[in-house]
């Protein structure tokens, strides 16, 4: 039985990278007697020739696969922040706290009130901002 010489124009199976999959191809161009571009049947996309490989169903043949590990969830990131307002909480005085205005100057550690996120602790000053630590998280404030 004689294979039949492929020339441009032919159809032949190829692994399209948009699709994702083994599809139908039109040879578009060849070197030699070497497929070297194809265009999808599907999508039309053309992209260089993938040979179509077949996967091995025998148990014996194929590597068995690992189950997934199920997913960890991760740790939600403001609540390291908010663990640490609760200790700190305590030690906060209400009657000592700042009352925060944009004109104000802060200094680390101490207390602000603020008309919205409620009390809080400085914990870093940089040029025209502070981050304040709050119950539900860290906000960077404007201040002098």
């Not at 492929?6 to 070197?31: F, K, P, Q, W, Y």
């Not at 200094?107 to 630590?133: A, M, N």
Request: proline share 6%; charged share 30%; net charge positive.
């Amino acid at each position: 039985m004689s294979k039949k010489k492929l020339t441009a124009g032919d159809i032949i199976e190829s692994g399209c990278t948009r699709c994702r999959t083994v599809m139908n191809h039109t040879i578009v161009a060849m070197v030699g007697e070497k497929v070297v571009r194809v265009q999808c049947n599907t999508c039309n996309g053309i992209h260089n020739y993938k040979p179509a490989v077949e996967k091995k169903t025998s148990a014996g043949s194929a590597a068995p696969r690992k189950p997934a590990a199920p997913r960890k969830s991760r740790k939600d990131p403001g609540a390291a922040d908010r663990e640490e307002w609760e200790s700190l909480f305590p030690e906060m005085k209400n009657e000592q706290a700042i009352a925060y205005e944009m004109t104000g100057k802060y200094r680390i550690k101490d207390l602000v009130e603020h008309p919205v996120f409620g009390i809080g602790i400085v914990k870093s000053v940089v040029p025209k901002k502070v981050e304040v630590l709050f119950q539900e998280g860290k906000k960077l404030l404007r201040c002098q």
